[in-house]
């Protein structure tokens, strides 16, 4: 199970380090420009910014504590945090009524629930 744990929190990573850094990388414009980014519209460039570096930071936390084994309570932390963003995904998304996305942040927020959950739990560092 820590393998399959590990799996998890490094594919998760690698999609939260990437919607991070191209939030924190591009402009309020430039991401309006990508259709499947037309949410954008409605926060402001700072809070795009607060998100970006909100999955980022989330991204690290589920790698590194467990890795280096310093403060491994925030691995369960991030997870939580980042499944709490993708709660807020998909509310944004279903109140634009962009349901296809909806799927891939429901995929995300299980996975994020199921780091979450065993790191807390039964697989803990």
Not at 37 to 46: C, I, L, P, R, V
Not at 87 to 92: D, E, K, Q, R
Not at 99 to 106: A, F, H, K, L, Q
């Amino acid at each position: 199970m820590n393998v399959f744990l590990w799996i998890v929190a490094g594919v998760l990573a690698a999609f939260f380090l990437g919607a991070g850094f191209t939030k924190l990388s591009q402009s309020k414009a430039k991401l309006g420009e990508n259709p499947q980014m037309g949410w954008t519209k409605d926060f402001s460039a700072g809070t795009l910014k607060l998100i970006g570096a909100a999955e980022v930071l989330g991204a690290l936390g589920l790698i590194l504590p467990g890795a280096f084994d310093i403060a491994p309570i925030l691995v369960p932390l991030a997870a939580s945090g980042l499944a709490i963003i993708m709660a807020g995904a998909i509310i944004t998304h279903a109140r634009r009524k962009e349901y296809p996305v909806i799927g891939i942040n429901t995929i995300v927020l299980i996975l994020a629930l199921v780091v979450a959950i065993f790191r807390f739990g039964p697989n803990s560092f």
